[in-house]
């Protein structure tokens, strides 16, 4: 990899070969990627959709190999043979699933001490592993572009932390700009002298420090990446009693994180840590991680705060796409993926989005691509028990690994889909994640929903057009125009759809057949 981000001049990174040769492809052929982190040494293993890759295989060792570098100068022995032992056990795993060789990077704690290449050359003899260490800079950019995997055409700052250092970066455009790196990682902070008044005085002077590197840059959208930033969020979660605990694109605010910080520091650690769901390693981290977020946000006053799961391992899958992969939809490639594995008529959802699309003449750019989501998806959970569709459509819809998702998009989404199965809303038990989207979006997710199980009556094959609806919101009237060829489907389940399509838009409707 060099400085450009550019990865197809003979040099294939740390992957030593092309993951992605055809510019056209839709799947990713599985590749495995460690990174040995300060703190956790984790084993991904990618899958699926090229521009949406989804986590075939997940697993995180917390090692703490950075502990103690500061005094020591050396990697933690405990943690390096936790780490050790993690990588050998991922090293057979990734024999099973045949994905050798593993891709390795290691960052701060690795490239930082005096036996790091003495590690290095033991996790190769060991393992067969071959761990590429990486700079500072380059764990800035790479986190980056993590982010713009998941959010293409994304702007503001990246801000990845890890165990023990901080990295940020600039992104606009699709591109990442300045990037640096900082002692800030909960692991060195450990080390600061001087107890809470030293400790707070050093967060404050490093952090204006890079507040000045960065050209007193002020307002811009934050995008937040390690397991600390998302152990913080999972508790500004359950002070807000939140009802999606999805993390990616979970939202805070620069007055939420100051609430936090108060609720982590006025409950007990034990306590807070099994119901928010965070791992004792890890939580013993959040006390130091939370003043270093407070203290970012009060210096750089982001407009908005957002949590991204997508860091140094996406990308570098982000690293290796040709532009014209880079350009398209992540959450669109991700529905047409599934449409293509999991539904039973593969290609009728763009007709079906056709279909629908009248009746939402003003849908901006924003709701026009979850609606295409929505009608690529209105098929995939039919192996579910009827009984229990709904649910399970919500359930995949709200809780999926997608990208390019705000939080009361993946609701809408999941209503819709619900809907797609049934007319009711009212008395389920994910109810309280309706109050995640308004009244009048709840009510065009229901719109959505019926008409995709009345065009799904409508199959006269992936590429034939059963007809089209013409919604007059001025007289209130639907038009459903039916192709001849479709007369005969549309019987009296079909006739039942349409009439309660109709009375979800509180309309009159009228049936055309075509001559």
């Excluded at 990295?167 to 002692?183: Q, Y």
């Excluded at 750089?300 to 391992?313: A, E, L, M, N």
């Excluded at 007709?351 to 924003?366: E, G, K, M, S």
């Amino acid at each position: 990899m060099n400085d450009q981000g550019d990865a197809h001049r003979g040099d294939w990174g740390p992957f030593g070969r092309p993951l992605f040769n055809d510019p056209e492809s839709r799947a990713l052929s599985r590749v495995g990627v460690v990174d040995i982190g300060s703190n956790s040494v984790r084993l991904v293993v990618f899958d699926g959709a090229a521009r949406s890759p989804a986590y075939f295989y997940n697993e995180k060792i917390m090692c703490a190999l950075g502990e103690g570098l500061s005094e020591t100068g050396r990697l933690s022995p405990k943690g390096r043979e936790r780490a050790l032992k993690a990588l050998k056990r991922f090293a057979t795993l990734a024999e099973g699933m045949n994905i050798t060789p593993l891709t390795a990077v290691a960052t701060a704690a690795v490239r930082e001490a005096e036996d790091g290449p003495e590690f290095r050359e033991e996790v190769l003899r060991e393992t067969g592993i071959e761990m590429h260490v990486i700079t500072g800079e380059e764990e800035a950019r790479l986190s980056a572009q993590g982010v713009l995997l998941g959010w293409p055409g994304s702007y503001g700052m990246v801000c990845d932390i890890g165990g023990s250092s901080m990295e940020l970066a600039d992104i606009a455009e699709g591109k990442v700009g300045r990037r640096l790196t900082s002692a800030l990682g909960p692991l060195k902070l450990k080390e600061v002298k001087g107890g809470e008044k030293g400790l707070d005085a050093y967060i404050k002077s490093t952090i204006e420090q890079i507040h000045e590197q960065m050209d007193g840059e002020t307002g811009m959208r934050l995008f937040l990446v390690g397991g600390s930033w998302r152990a913080i969020a999972r508790c500004d979660m359950t002070r807000r009693d939140y009802p999606l605990t999805v993390l990616h694109e979970y939202r805070m605010t620069t007055e939420a994180v100051a609430e936090t910080r108060k609720y982590i520091e006025q409950e007990d650690p034990s306590d807070l840590r099994g119901r928010a769901g965070i791992s004792s390693d890890r939580m013993a981290l959040v006390p130091l991680a939370i003043r270093v977020l407070d203290q970012l946000v009060q210096v750089f006053q982001p407009k908005d705060i957002t949590i991204s799961s997508y860091g140094i391992r996406e990308g570098m899958l982000y690293e290796q796409m040709p532009p014209a992969l880079r350009d398209r939809d992540p959450l669109i490639e991700a529905c047409r993926f599934a449409e293509a594995k999991d539904a039973r008529m593969p290609g009728f959802g763009p007709i079906l989005f056709d279909f629908v699309r009248p009746l939402f003449p003003h849908a901006d750019w924003q709701r026009k691509r979850i609606i295409k989501a929505a009608c690529l998806l209105h098929d995939v959970s039919w192996r579910a028990h009827p009984d229990y569709r709904p649910q399970v459509c919500f359930d995949n819809a709200t809780r999926a690994n997608l990208g390019g998702l705000k939080h009361s998009e993946r609701v809408f989404l999941g209503l819709a889909l619900m809907h797609r199965y049934s007319n009711k809303r009212e008395g389920v038990r994910y109810e309280q994640m309706f109050t995640l989207v308004s009244d009048e979006d709840q009510r065009e997710a229901e719109v959505l929903g019926r008409a995709m199980r009345l065009g799904a009556m409508m199959w006269l094959g992936a590429e034939t057009v059963p007809g089209n609806l013409a919604w007059n919101a001025v007289d209130r009237t639907l038009t459903l125009d039916l192709d001849p060829r479709a007369k005969s489907l549309f019987g009296e389940v079909a006739e039942q759809r349409f009439k309660s399509l109709v009375a979800a838009l509180d309309a009159t409707g009228e049936v055309r057949i075509r001559d």
